[in-house]
Structures are given as C-alpha cells and as structure tokens.
T-cell receptor, first 112, second 111 residues
Framework: GNSVTQMEGPVTLSEEAFLTINCTYTATGYPSLFWYVQYPGEGLQLLLKATKADDKGSNKGFEATYRKETTSFHLEKGSVQVSDSAVYFCALTSGYGQNFVFGPGTRLSVLP | AAGVIQSPRHLIKEKRETATLKCYPIPRHDTVYWYQQGPGQDPQFLISFYEKMQSDKGSIPDRFSAQQFSDYHSELNMSSLELGDSALYFC??????????FGEGSRLTVL
C-alpha cells in the first residue's frame, strides 16, 4: 500500500536558518504529493502541492519538488521565521476519490 | 470563503458513553473524509463518503459509524467510548481537485 516517511523531529532552528524536511514515499502509479501544516490548536492547512513528476510546489517561501526517480518531496525554506513554528505533514493521494495518506509529521520550532 | 465546519469543537464524555460529531463540508464539495489524530500522532484515515455513499474505509473501529446526509453534511457516531478514543477528529472535504480542505477539528476527551 501507499506510505509516506518523514524525517523525525523535533527540528529546532534559529530564525533565518535554512530548513529542509525530508519526505519519501511509496505508492503505486503516479501519486499527487502535498505538504500540510498544522499550527498549534488548529486544523491542517495545505501548504503546497505537486501533481506530477518534476513539478515544484511553492508557497510562503516554502518549496518542494516532486522527484519520481528518488520518490521524494523534500520541503525547503531559505530563511525560517518564528511564525513558521508548526507541525509539517507530507501526504499523498493516488487519485481523485482515493484517501490521503499522511506521514508522521515533523515538529518545527524556530527560536528568535 | 466558507470553510469546513465541525461541531462541537470540544466534547467531554465518560467511558461507555456515546458521542456524535458533525461535519459541514464546503458548499458543493461532494466528498467528505474523517480522520482521527491522537496526541502527537499523524492523522489516521477513518472513513470517507462520495455523493452520500461510503467510498473508502480505513481504521475505523466497529463501535464507530458514520453517514453522509442529503445536504452533504456528515456525522460520526461513536459508541461504547474508551479512553483511547480521546483524540482530535478532523473532517475534510474536496471536489474536483486534489486539495483536501480540513476543518479545525473536534477534540474528544473520554474520562
């Protein structure tokens, strides 16, 4: 079945540091890939997505590129802010109507 | 813009009691998903509905049931509650796109 693996947290960075959160997946066919973010006490919000190989999703300074050859979708940001402190979930779906599979989440704490 | 509405936001129950959570998807969204998120855990898929029919089933206990009504809202019914059912329950909806829109969740505490 489909599965998502993420780097374990928590990740603690200083403000303006470079962020990478690794995500790899196992799936049949050609899944769509997502990063969701969960701020404290809130629901999950879509951060960015990529629906085919070599697509780059980007939003709020975050980027991730769909790499089919390495089955990866690593999340990056060049300069993190305190407000980026949250839990980040990598996710995939195999197709419309199929359920989403989430990774275990990576907690990011950014210190001023 | 309208979002996914969940109610109640917080619910406290005793063991062996019953609880019902409600989800109102974004208007014109035809698919609803329910997820359970335990403390420090990733969301676990419970069940989904497409056009009021169950479309997929995940790790939903037999004590739980759900349905989607003619107005597309969905209800998750949980009976014989156990301590381990304490979690955040998310509803999400989508239509004709890959993106899944989540509600803010209903936090269930079983004492």
């Amino acid at each position: 079945g489909n599965s998502v693996t993420q780097m374990e947290g928590p990740v603690t960075l200083s403000e303006e540091a470079f962020l990478t959160i690794n995500c790899t997946y196992t799936a049949t066919g050609y899944p769509s890939l997502f990063w969701y973010v969960q701020y404290p006490g809130e629901g999950l919000q879509l951060l960015l997505k990529a629906t085919k190989a070599d697509d780059k999703g980007s939003n709020k300074g975050f980027e991730a590129t769909y790499r089919k050859e390495t089955t990866s979708f690593h999340l990056e940001k060049g300069s993190v802010q305190v407000s980026d402190s949250a839990v980040y979930f990598c996710a995939l779906t195999s197709g419309y109507g199929q359920n989403f599979v989430f990774g275990p989440g990576t907690r990011l704490s950014v210190l001023p | 813009a309208a979002g996914v509405i969940q109610s109640p936001r917080h619910l406290i129950k005793e063991k062996r009691e019953t609880a019902t959570l409600k989800c109102y998807p974004i208007p014109r969204h035809d698919t609803v998903y329910w997820y359970q998120q335990g403390p420090g855990q990733d969301p676990q898929f419970l069940i989904s509905f497409y056009e009021k029919m169950q479309s997929d089933k995940g790790s939903i206990p037999d004590r739980f049931s759900a349905q989607q009504f003619s107005d597309y809202h969905s209800e998750l019914n949980m009976s014989s509650l156990e301590l381990g059912d304490s979690a955040l329950y998310f509803c999400a909806s989508r239509r004709s796109s890959w993106e899944l829109f989540f509600g803010e969740g209903s936090r269930l505490t079983v004492l």
